[in-house]
């Protein structure tokens, strides 16, 4: 019967360095066979946790247990179910791709021939066949990072801790790599526990998110859920004449929104030069929980709302649009039920372009 443990579960986790308190206090639950994110600004305790996680750093209180062990009492079998890809590929750069994946078999014990399948295997499961008996040194980027999980891959870990994997890579290298972690939860059924300064990349990869600030967990949900803690959105378009306007979408969604905004346009016989939509993503929920108010993003250079349908009204003082920094933090464990619409028509501003 498949043991239905958690893969991590973590009650209380505190670390100070000194008076510098790095994590107060952190409850964490993830499930086994899913990608878990940890997202949070520069300093925030991520790359701190992982280490106390992966048995590298020494936790000053809480309970922890990982792959269905007590970290405390049992480290060592800990890191035997675990595997850790650091920031930076931890390969020989002097030796070929197949000889680091040897070195590593035999650093964990893996017998002559069960040691020859593995390497052959994961060399083809990476696609690095081609280039396994070229030394590392003349591999890119992404082919380094993928035989650097390969290696992870050696000793057949249930749980692997990926801290920024994709740093540094190109776009195609990037998605490549992507893929290739999907392959291993979907097809082995391991763990992801991943830290990442991509938001895009723990929204496309993450079943589940956290956002870690000032040692502290802020929000924790899906991707989706995260986003439906941002409200509204807004539609831009701009004018033939180089004017701007600015839609909030209101609460009766973006279809509507935009439907209404599409029949003012076209009953005006507006000159539109473009037009984009812009709904809360995880970049406007990290900007907004982790306190960075001066990077959110806002509605800027609005100065008067004008009705789009009738322009000969005189102007009056836009209505107070709330930042999106004031949304308070967050914990979700369940979807929100979205709000009823209140109207189908969107909220409508214009607004000279601030540059001209």
């Known amino acids: ?61 809480g309970q922890i247990r990982v792959a269905g062990h007590d970290l ?18 931890a390969v020989d750069d002097l030796l070929t791709g197949e000889e680091n994946l040897r070195l590593m078999a035999d650093l964990l014990h893996v017998g002559r021939g069960r040691r020859r399948q593995t390497v052959h295997a994961l060399l083809e499961r990476f696609d690095l066949a081609d280039v396994a008996r070229e030394l590392v040194a003349a591999y890119s980027g992404g082919l380094r990072r993928r035989l650097d999980l390969a290696m992870t891959m050696v000793g057949e870990p249930r749980l692997i801790f990926l801290d920024e994997p994709t740093a540094g890579l190109d776009p ?24 990442t300064q991509y938001l895009e990349e723990a929204d496309q990869l993450a079943d589940r998110v956290a956002l870690l600030s000032r040692g502290a967990l802020v929000a924790e949900g899906t991707p989706d859920q995260l986003k439906r803690l941002i409200p ?29 905004v599409l029949e003012q346009l076209d009953a005006c016989e507006a000159e539109v030069a473009g037009l984009s939509v812009h709904t ?38 836009a209505a107070p649009t709330t930042p999106i920094s004031q949304a308070a933090p967050t914990s979700l464990t369940a979807p929100t039920s ?19």
């Open 1 to 61: 019967m498949l043991n239905k443990e958690p893969a991590i579960a973590v009650t209380g986790l505190r670390k100070s360095y000194g008076p510098h308190l790095v994590l107060d206090g952190i409850d964490l639950t993830v499930p086994q066979g899913t990608i878990f994110s940890l997202l949070g600004p520069n300093g925030a305790g991520k790359t701190t946790t992982v280490q106390i996680l992966s048995t590298l750093l020494k936790a000053d209180a």
């Open 72 to 89: 405390a009492a049992e480290p060592d079998a800990v890191r035997a179910a675990i595997g850790v890809t650091g920031q930076f590929s």
């Open 172 to 195: 195609r290298s990037r998605r490549d790599l992507w893929q290739t972690v999907r392959g291993l939860v979907e097809n082995d059924g391991v763990t992801v526990f991943l830290t």
């Open 232 to 260: 509204g959105g807004h539609i831009s378009v701009r004018f033939a004449d180089e004017t701007a306007l600015t839609v909030r979408i209101t609460d009766a969604g973006v279809v509507e929104s935009l439907r209404s």
């Open 280 to 317: 809360p993503d995880l970049d406007d929920v990290f900007l907004a929980l982790t306190g960075d108010a001066s990077a959110a993003p806002t509605t800027a250079g609005i100065g008067f709302l004008t009705s789009l349908t009738s322009p000969t009204s005189p102007t009056s003082p």
């Open 338 to 356: 979205p709000t009823a619409p209140t109207s189908p028509t969107a909220a409508v501003t214009t607004t000279k372009d601030p540059a001209r």
